[in-house]
């Protein structure tokens, strides 16, 4: 069973990841947490409580839309009451319906470890974590989950850790339930809204490309008919009056001759 803060730095427990390994993905995490901050994604937050345990429940936006807004429900049940030490340092119970969370075969290996919430299991199917992960997860190791990585490190940026104990709600368990999504019906939603989203990308590259080749069948004679189009030059009176007698000149001479 991890710790809200093994979340964050090893999941899968003391003496179990390469120290090099694990900082590079809690390096590539944090990174990419700080961008969906950054970047003006929203984290939704509650903090419940009953006599001896606190419940976050963190609603982490997705990562990966771009213009529709959505969220994974993630919940973290910490075994404690009070203390940012001792919630930190506190066995924790989870739950989230993000798909990483049961194509990664985590929903299993919480369910085996007894750290899966209980009372949200109904929000899966049973095969989800009572079925062996032997493609994705044949070790059944509880490695780190992106969608527990960025509601925990919420946590401490939100400093709901340090909310005290009478402050948080009072947890009732089936109000809560109600509000979180069952993995087939959020998952449902969360494909829709990616081909909703893959429509309009095609559309504005199509609108592009028609552009630039638009842009690349236009004539190229346009500097030709522009000099065509050029007015003629206007030539002065007196220019056209010696023209004229030049001409009266070589006339009368060539008679002359011709005499």
Known sequence: ????????????????????????????????????????????????????????????????????????????????????????????????????????????????????????KDKFDKEMYEQKPVVANPSAIFGFDKSFFFAATYILHARLHTIKHEDKQELKEKEVSKTVEDFETIFRKYERVVKIEAAERKKTKDREAAKKRIQRERPSGTAKRAKAARPAKRVSKSTTRKAKSTRKAKSSTGKRRSR
């Open 1 to 120: 069973m991890p710790t809200l803060k093994e979340l964050m730095t090893n999941p899968t427990g003391p003496g179990t990841a390469h120290t090099a390994a694990r900082y590079r993905i809690i390096d590539d995490l944090n990174r990419r947490f700080g961008e969906m901050i950054k970047v003006g994604k929203r984290f939704r937050a509650a903090v419940y409580r009953t006599d001896d345990l606190t419940l976050f429940y963190i609603q982490v936006p997705s990562e990966t839309l771009e213009k529709k807004r959505f969220w994974w429900d993630v919940l973290i049940e910490a075994r404690a009451t009070g203390t940012k030490k001792s919630l930190m340092d506190s066995d924790v119970r989870l739950f989230s319906n993000n798909p990483a969370f049961v194509f990664s075969g985590h929903a299993y290996v919480a369910n085996k470890g007894w750290f899966l919430i209980e009372w949200l």
